[in-house]
């Protein structure tokens, strides 16, 4: 999880601050450069700036999509330092292997995205205050506010197909919100895909793994090496709920890939992780949707 000895295991393997930060890749054809290219044969894309009412004001969000035809839906939920260029090209990306994909942002009610930029730099330690800050009132009724407003904005649009099931992935604080998804509509969530998540299978009464069996959405949890140090018994209790279950799953540890490894701008990421990671995604999708 995103913490203080993330940041100490990040300093310890001597990972420099500003590896991948803003301050060095500034805007989304920086980090476009640093994405392979989709192999799918889906075609052009297009994507727009959109804003989506909720039960709690007014979310901006990016969507985006193949430019003919109906696909699957895919809901993103961003890590702790939001929708910004990194999230924008790999909602693109994935829109490139066949998919309609919104990508929010979870902080809307406190500020509009991007969150994170070239001046609001996440190694400084007051912008993560402020996000942290953030977080912690980003409770499981808000969240489950948020992702009612999405899943029907996915369902609204004409690049949608509405007869194949929906999927979501998040990525460190966004992995309990995939699990918070697959509940909200487990008739319409068939895939769910948390990366280097967050407190998505601990030991409370309340950790949302244990709401999987209520669900009937495949599961990929793909789980950093330095989490899984931080809490090794995480990936079985997630096998314990998901192995009765028909549905697709996978439960990994990423040797060597520490938390964050995933989006491109991190100080953590680990490009072979990450591409192994998104293959996977695009197995549980294949399967699920």
Not at 6 to 25: H, K, M
Not at 94 to 114: E, I, T
Not at 126 to 132: C, D, N, Y
């Amino acid at each position: 999880m995103c913490n203080e000895i993330t940041e100490a295991d990040l300093d310890r393997a001597g990972l420099p601050v500003d590896r991948r930060s803003f301050g060095t890749l500034v805007g989304a054809g920086a980090i476009a450069s640093m994405l392979p290219v989709s192999a799918s044969a889906a075609g052009p894309i297009k994507g727009r700036d959109v804003e989506i009412r909720t039960a709690d004001g007014t979310a901006d969000a990016y969507f985006v999509a193949p430019a003919t035809g109906k696909h699957p839906g895919v809901l993103i939920w961003p890590d702790i330092r939001g929708l910004r260029p990194a999230f924008r090209q790999m909602a693109d990306r994935l829109a490139g292997d066949g998919y309609a994909v919104l990508c929010v942002n979870p902080f809307y009610r406190w500020q509009k995205s991007p969150v994170v930029d070239a001046t609001n730099d996440f190694n400084d330690p007051a912008i993560r205050e402020k996000l942290f800050g953030y977080l912690k009132q980003l409770t499981k009724p808000r969240v489950t506010t948020d992702a009612t407003a999405h899943l029907a904005f996915l369902d609204a649009q004409k690049e949608v197909d509405s007869r194949r099931k929906l999927g979501t992935t998040g990525y460190c604080m966004g992995g309990p919100m995939v699990i918070y998804t697959a509940a909200l509509k487990p008739g319409r969530v068939g895939a769910a895909a948390s990366f280097h998540g967050g407190g998505v299978g601990s030991d409370k009464p309340d950790s949302p793994h244990l709401l999987i069996p209520d669900t009937n959405a495949g599961y990929l949890f793909a789980i950093a090496d330095n989490d899984d140090k931080q809490d090794p018994e995480e990936k079985n209790r997630l096998n314990a709920v998901l192995k009765p279950r028909k549905q697709w799953h996978e439960v990994e540890v990423y040797e060597g890939a520490m938390h964050g490894w995933c989006p491109p701008d991190g100080r953590a990421y680990n490009e072979a992780a990450a591409e192994k990671a998104w293959g996977r995604m695009l197995e549980l999708f294949k399967a699920s949707l």
